[in-house]
Nanobody, 113 residues
C-alpha cells in the first residue's frame, strides 16, 4: 500500500522560509513524477509544483522563483523549499503521487505577522 506523509508545516512571518517533506512508503519514487498541491481556507485545491521522472520541474506562476521542489531518491522523499513566503501562501499543503493517485494527509502552513 502506497502511503505519503507530509511534515514541516508551521506558522511563519511574511518573508520567511519553510521546508516541507513528503516521505513515501510502499513504492520507490525514482521513476515517477511527484507533485505538491495546496488548499487555502474556502478555496479549491490548486497545483503548486511538480517534479518529473527525469527531475525536470514545473511551478505555478504564483510560486515561481520562490519555491523549489526536489527529491532524495535514496530517502524516497520529496521536498518543497518555500522562500519569501506571503500571506497568500497560507494553506494546507499536500503531496501527490499521480501514478497511484495517492495523496498525503497534508501539512498546514500559516504565513502571518
Amino acid at each position: 500500500q502506497v502511503q505519503l506523509v507530509e511534515s514541516g508545516g508551521d506558522v511563519v512571518q511574511p518573508g520567511g522560509s519553510l521546508s516541507l517533506s513528503c516521505a513515501i512508503s510502499g513504492t520507490v519514487i525514482s521513476n515517477y513524477g511527484m507533485a505538491w498541491y495546496r488548499q487555502a481556507p474556502g478555496k479549491q485545491r490548486e497545483f503548486v509544483a511538480q517534479i518529473f521522472a527525469f527531475d525536470s520541474t514545473n511551478y505555478a506562476d504564483s510560486v515561481k522563483g520562490r519555491f523549489t521542489i526536489s527529491r532524495d531518491k535514496g530517502k524516497n522523499t520529496v521536498y518543497l523549499q518555500m522562500n519569501n513566503l506571503k500571506p497568500g501562501d497560507t494553506a494546507v499543503y499536500y503531496c501527490f503521487l499521480p501514478r497511484f493517485d495517492a495523496w498525503g494527509q497534508g501539512t498546514r502552513v500559516t504565513v502571518s505577522s
